[in-house]
């Protein structure tokens, strides 16, 4: 309901209020409540229109929201290509490339050593490419520290 209280514990706020405040000064105390937040959301907005007055026109579509670390991480890194990511995301295509090993896997019906031959898959040897090589019996894949 309100802030993740349940009926019965509104009920129970209330019946404690009655009876620590009594019946005739409740009205008076939920009038002050109400005015007091009133002039709050009345202070804050007035504070936030003189805040994007000074800020200026460029800042005209600023929201207060943004400054949130969450939102503004999600906004301005995430959502927006500033960085280039989406390009990367799409650049990599991870199909293709479990499709190529599977293919060298299935033509030597046994592990192979993939390295890069063309298709931008993991270079060995120092960084040349070289061609895929079949594995000797109770050699072990090639391990790379830097993946891990």
Excluded: C, H, W
């Excluded at 090993?101 to 390295?115: I, N």
């Amino acid at each position: 309901m309100f802030f993740d209280i349940g009926p019965l514990e509104l009920v129970a706020i209330v019946l404690l209020a009655v009876i620590i405040f009594g019946p005739d000064k409740l009205p008076k105390l939920v009038q002050d409540v109400s005015r007091m937040i009133r002039k709050l959301r009345e202070f804050s907005d007035n504070a936030r229109e003189d805040i994007r007055k000074e800020l200026g026109p460029e800042f005209k579509d600023f929201e207060f929201e943004d400054l949130n670390p969450k939102t503004f991480v999600r906004k301005n890194l995430l959502d927006s290509d500033s960085l280039g990511l989406k390009e990367i995301r799409n650049s990599f295509d991870l199909k293709a490339e479990m499709a190529a090993v599977t293919e060298a896997t299935r033509e030597t019906g046994r592990l192979v050593r993939y390295t890069a031959d063309g298709r931008g898959a993991a270079r060995s040897g120092g960084g040349v490419p070289r061609k895929q090589e079949p594995l000797q019996p109770g050699e072990r894949p090639p391990f790379d520290d830097d993946a891990t």
